[in-house]
């Protein structure tokens, strides 16, 4: 599993697109944080990190799906998947080391963000006046958010051999598990098991995590999400056996 996790991080990295990912990311996040009037911190006059936190889920939507797409469509593309099924791995290995790799691409991707960080923490009227309970949890919740969009990543990457097609019904999901819940919810038919809905959606965990409360009914379903992924990638590899 260590040898897949290995080559996936070295192939990624080897890539141009891989840093185009990472820098539009960091890019628009910054954006909305230091330039945008409706988002900036130095027109709101908060020191506080909300902005970045709101819409960093919504450019997790495009990056996870964007380092994904390629974990096992590509493997299948180039022939390669059927030489790796061949060593002496079993599914699982191939499923959890692609799994981590992209992972630990993402958490390599939020990084830097912790200078937006060190900045509000710097430039507060009173040094230091940022809730550094609410930024970890918060960080805490982009990772576990990371987590479940990998896994539906890996999911769509299964399929076939289109990164394309991967890619874009990765983007469809990810909207859907972390968006929909809450919207349907607040249709008139469904306003009787309106929590209930948006309890089955990401959003609703995220948000909970962000505020620094910590509850284990979260982590819970963030690694039941992510479980639930990984067994559907797992059953698409095992198909190829019967």
């Given at each position: ?126 040094k230091g006046n940022i ?19 990998t896994s539906i990543g ?78 559907l990638t797992r059953t ?7």
């Amino acid at each position: 599993m260590l040898s897949i996790l290995n080559k996936e991080i070295s192939g990624f990295f080897s890539s141009l697109a891989a840093y185009i990912s990472m820098a539009v990311f960091l890019l628009v996040t910054g954006l909305f944080l230091w330039v945008f009037p409706d988002s900036s911190i130095l027109d709101y006059g908060y020191a506080g990190l909300d902005s970045f936190f709101n819409i960093a889920p919504y450019m997790f939507m495009f990056l996870i799906p964007a380092v994904t797409m390629r974990s096992l469509a590509e493997e299948k593309k180039d022939g390669t998947f059927e030489l790796l099924a061949t060593r002496p791995l079993s599914d699982w290995h191939i499923v959890l080391g692609k799994f981590l790799a992209s992972l630990l691409i993402v958490v390599l991707t939020l990084v830097p963000t912790l200078i937006y960080y060190i900045s509000v923490y710097q430039l507060g009227i009173s040094k230091g006046n940022i809730d550094t309970g609410a930024v970890i949890g918060s960080y805490l919740g982009l990772i576990l958010l990371g987590g479940a969009f990998t896994s539906i990543g890996l999911f769509t990457s299964s399929f076939g051999k289109n990164q394309i097609i991967a890619f874009t019904l990765s983007v469809f999901l990810c909207f859907i598990t972390f968006s929909a819940f809450d919207s349907i919810s607040k249709l008139i038919a469904f306003q009787a098991f309106e929590s209930n809905l948006i309890s089955l959606g990401i959003n609703q965990h995220y948000q909970s995590i962000s505020r620094g409360v910590v509850d284990s009914r979260d982590f819970i379903y963030f690694l039941s999400f992510a479980g639930l992924f990984l067994l559907l990638t797992r059953t698409v590899l095992g198909a190829r056996k019967w």
